[in-house]
Each structure stands twice: as C-alpha cells, then as structure tokens.
C-alpha cells in the first residue's frame, strides 16, 4: 500500500504540468504546462497543507477502494466513510485540485515527494499505533472496517 502515493502524486504533477498521463491533461493543466519552463517556486505553507490533503485524499481514496473490493459486502459502507470524510475536506481538496492545475511553475518534485514521505510515515503510524493494523499483510475486513470508521479522527495533516 505504500508505494502507490508516490505513483500517483508524480502521476498529478505530470497532469500539472502539462504533460500527458494516460488519457491527457486538461486545458488548465496544459496552461501550467506553458508555464512550466518556470522553475516553481518555493512551496508555501499554506501550500504544503493543502498538498497534504490532497495526498491523503489519494490513500483514501486508494484504501476504501481496495477494502470495497475485497469485502464487497461492506463496500458501500466504506464508500460512504470516504464520501464523508471527502465532503469534511471540501475546501482544502478544491484548493488543491486548483493548485495542483494552475501553479506557475509547478510543483516541484523534490518538493511533493518529500511531502508524500512525510504523509505515508504519518498515516503508517497512525494504522499501526493508533489502528494496530500491520503493513505486512492485507487488511482484514475488521481492520477494513475500523480504518474507515476513523478518518474523520486521522491526526491533522
């Protein structure tokens, strides 16, 4: 589960900047593209926490998938907790869409995957501290059940 962040969020980056990843970028991710050539600059805080929630969005994302689908007898369940904790997150998550599409410059790489390291040692210490779920197998579906009845209590990004 832990190596699919990094994936996705170089696969965000490229969309920003313009560049084609599986099925193309949009209008405004070409125009940041234009803007690309920039060197991004530094990342605000204000950026860097919104980074963060989009980050999370992606493991969430990612996780009540994989859970939905291994014990779809609970999937609408687990789809309902990620829409909940999706719609708590509202603001951020649109501010990071649009950040992710329209900052000059980009994103620099460096820059977001220390960020999605930061995420992942975070959220694996929550799952396994706080959860007491282990990394080195899949979830079961008690631990399907618990780790999606708690993203609303996942400590702050």
């Excluded at 605000?44 to 963060?52: H, K, N, Y």
């Excluded at 990071?96 to 977001?112: C, E, I, K, N, S």
Aim: aromatic share 4%.
């Amino acid at each position: 589960m832990a190596h699919w962040i990094r994936t996705v969020v170089v696969a965000m980056a490229a969309v920003a900047a313009g560049q084609a990843v599986g099925g193309g970028a949009s209008g405004a991710g070409q125009a940041a593209g234009a803007a690309a050539g920039e060197a991004a600059a530094p990342l605000t805080a204000a950026e860097r926490a919104v980074l963060r929630v989009g980050i999370r969005r992606e493991f969430i994302d990612r996780v009540g998938a994989a859970c939905g689908g291994k014990y779809p007898a609970h999937a609408k369940q687990y789809g309902e907790a990620v829409r909940a904790w999706r719609e708590s997150n509202g603001a951020p998550l649109q501010q990071f869409d649009t950040l992710m599409l329209t900052r000059p410059g980009g994103v620099d790489d460096q820059a977001m995957g220390a960020l999605v390291d930061e995420q992942q040692q975070v959220i694996q210490a929550w799952q396994t501290g706080k959860l007491g779920m282990s990394l080195s197998r899949a979830p079961t579906m008690a631990e399907c059940d618990k780790l999606t009845a708690s993203l609303g209590r996942m400590p702050p990004p």
